[in-house]
């Protein structure tokens, strides 16, 4: 009887300490099952980028991808976010060069989507994003951090963060070298329905027409691209700034576009380059 009384207790206690060890030990592989599946996806995020960046960069005959993705990746990776300059980006610019595609060359500024849409549907006009560099990271963010070779692609600083960050330092450093080789006819689309469309924050302002060179660019064709409502014309204060900013000997010339009438013209592709405007 003494031994009965003594036995459910123990039995009892032997009973929760089994549970509790179970519970213990399949919240330890939950853990582990969590951390791991988390692992992998943070990995993913850094082969996602490669992969894009690679599948994209196939699609330029005779390139070595795999070198410039190295080239690519040692300007930002082990290195403070906030601290990539513009010239870290040299190597890579070194390794994918531009060619130069005289008179067909064409900027923007704060008319990508446009730009882009007249471009895709006639084979007239080269962009930044038409050329390796500009079209395996186009859309895309990426930074590393220090003590660590990953590259990452979620909590990274934004456009305004800060300035060196890694992705404002690339479209920084290969707009440069887009503009650096810019020859003969140069056309850049600009943007009529805000105030100022030669913002002097711009990429186009800041970067690239400080480095149209006269002994290279002839003329520097302005499309200001207007809608309905247009708010802007050719005779626009900022862009009397541009012509000031631009190197003696460049010839400057502006045309008010419609944005119907770019459309218009993307349809009929028949017609020659440069008949748009
Ligand atoms: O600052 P922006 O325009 O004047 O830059 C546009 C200018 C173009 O002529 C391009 O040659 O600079 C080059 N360029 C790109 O090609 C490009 N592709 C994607 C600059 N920026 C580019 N991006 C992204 O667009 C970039 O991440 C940044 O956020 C914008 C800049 O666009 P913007 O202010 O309209």
């Not at 003494?2 to 592989?29: T, W």
């Not at 003590?147 to 920084?172: H, I, K, M, Q, Y």
């Not at 990429?203 to 290279?216: C, G, H, L, Y």
Request: proline share 4%; net charge negative; charged share 25%.
């Amino acid at each position: 009887m003494e031994h009965g009384e003594f036995r459910g207790p123990e039995k009892r206690r032997r009973r929760r300490c089994l549970v509790l060890s179970v519970a213990l030990f399949v919240a330890l592989i939950l853990i582990i099952i969590v951390a791991v599946v988390l692992g992998l996806t943070l990995r993913q995020g850094s082969n996602e980028l490669k992969h894009i960046f690679l599948d994209r960069c196939q699609k330029f005959k005779d390139s070595n991808c795999e070198e410039i993705w190295d080239a690519f990746q040692q300007a930002y990776v082990n290195r403070d976010p906030c601290q990539v300059p513009m010239e870290a980006y040299d190597p890579l610019v070194s390794v994918a060069s531009f060619k130069p595609s005289c008179n067909r060359m064409m900027f923007w500024s704060k008319t990508k989507d446009v730009v882009h849409d007249f471009t895709e549907k006639r084979d007239c006009f080269v962009t930044l994003e038409d050329t390796l560099l500009g079209s395996v990271l186009d859309g895309l963010t990426w930074c590393g951090k220090e003590g660590s070779n990953e590259t990452l692609t979620t909590g990274c600083p934004g456009w305004t963060d800060c300035d060196n960050n890694p992705v404002r330092s690339f479209w920084n450093r290969i707009s440069a070298a887009f503009a650096d080789v810019a020859c003969g006819d140069v056309t850049a689309m600009l943007n009529g329905s805000i105030i100022t469309p030669f913002s002097p924050t711009s990429i186009f302002a800041t970067i690239e027409v400080k480095r149209f060179t006269s002994t290279r660019v002839s003329n520097l064709n302005v499309v200001l691209v207007t809608q309905e409502n247009a708010v802007t014309n050719c005779t626009n204060a900022s862009l009397k700034n541009l012509q000031k900013e631009l190197d003696k000997g460049i010839k400057y010339n502006c045309k008010e576009v419609s944005e119907s009438q770019l459309e218009e013209c993307s349809s009929h592709p028949e017609k020659p380059c440069g008949a748009c405007w």
